[in-house]
C-alpha cells in the first residue's frame, strides 16, 4: 500500500466517526425538541468564536472564526452566521473559504446552569487557493475522486458551491446576558468535507 495513503486513510475514519456522532446527536435531539411550542419570533442573541481549528477531509487543516446572529421562538433557534477559515500550510501554498449559513435547531438545558444548542442548516460557500496541494481533490460525502480529477500541482482553486452545516454549541451562563462555552461542528459540501471547533463567546437579549 502507497505510504502516501495512509494519513488520508486515518483522517477519514477520523472524520466518518465525527460526522456520524454528530448526526446522532441531532437525530436524538430534534426529535426531543419537538415537545415545546412558542410562536412568537424575536432576537436571541450575538456569539462570535474569534479563533478556532478545522481539519478538512483530505488533510486540510488551519484557523477559522466565525459570527453568528440568532433568534427564536420558544426553544428553536434561527441562525444567520458568517465562517471564514484560511490554511496553515504557508510553505506549498495557501487556502481558504468563506461560507455564509443559514441555521436552524433547538436549544435544550440537558444539565442545571448547561445550554445545549444544536443546528443544522444550508450554506453558500467559496474555496481559494493558490499554490501546491492545497485542496487538492474533489469529494462527495467521503468518496475521494480519482487522481485524474484532482487538482493538478501549483494550480488556482476557486469554487463556488452550496453546503449542509451543522453545529453544536455548549454553553454556561456566567451573567444575566453573558455565556461562555464551546463550539463545534461538520460542514458537508462537494468539494472538501471539514470539521471545526473553538470557543465561543455570546451575548444574550436581557430575558423578561
Request: net charge positive; glycine share 10%; no cysteine.
Amino acid at each position: 500500500m502507497d505510504s502516501s495513503l495512509k494519513p488520508i486513510g486515518h483522517n477519514y475514519k477520523f472524520m466518518k466517526t465525527y460526522s456520524n456522532y454528530l448526526v446522532l446527536l441531532f437525530l436524538m435531539a430534534f426529535t426531543f425538541g419537538l415537545a415545546q411550542e412558542d410562536q412568537r419570533f424575536q432576537y436571541d442573541s450575538f456569539s462570535i468564536q474569534p479563533l478556532g481549528l478545522y481539519k478538512g477531509q483530505l488533510n486540510q487543516e488551519g484557523l477559522s472564526g466565525r459570527v453568528d446572529l440568532n433568534f427564536r421562538t420558544g426553544k428553536k433557534r434561527i441562525s444567520l452566521a458568517v465562517h471564514a477559515g484560511s490554511e496553515l500550510n504557508i510553505l506549498s501554498g495557501s487556502g481558504e473559504f468563506l461560507s455564509f449559513e443559514g441555521l436552524y435547531g433547538y436549544n435544550f438545558k440537558p444539565i442545571p446552569r448547561v445550554e445545549l444548542d444544536l443546528q443544522i442548516g444550508v450554506s453558500a460557500i467559496r474555496f481559494q487557493s493558490n499554490g501546491t496541494d492545497v485542496f487538492a481533490g474533489l469529494n462527495t460525502f467521503f468518496v475521494q475522486a480519482p487522481k485524474s480529477a484532482q487538482v493538478s500541482n501549483a494550480s488556482l482553486v476557486d469554487k463556488y458551491l452550496l453546503g449542509v452545516p451543522l453545529l453544536v454549541k455548549i454553553r454556561i451562563p456566567t451573567g444575566p446576558r453573558f455565556s461562555l462555552g464551546l463550539q463545534g461542528g461538520y460542514h458537508f459540501n462537494k468539494l472538501v468535507n471539514f470539521a471545526h471547533w473553538g470557543i465561543v463567546l455570546q451575548w444574550n437579549k436581557r430575558r423578561e
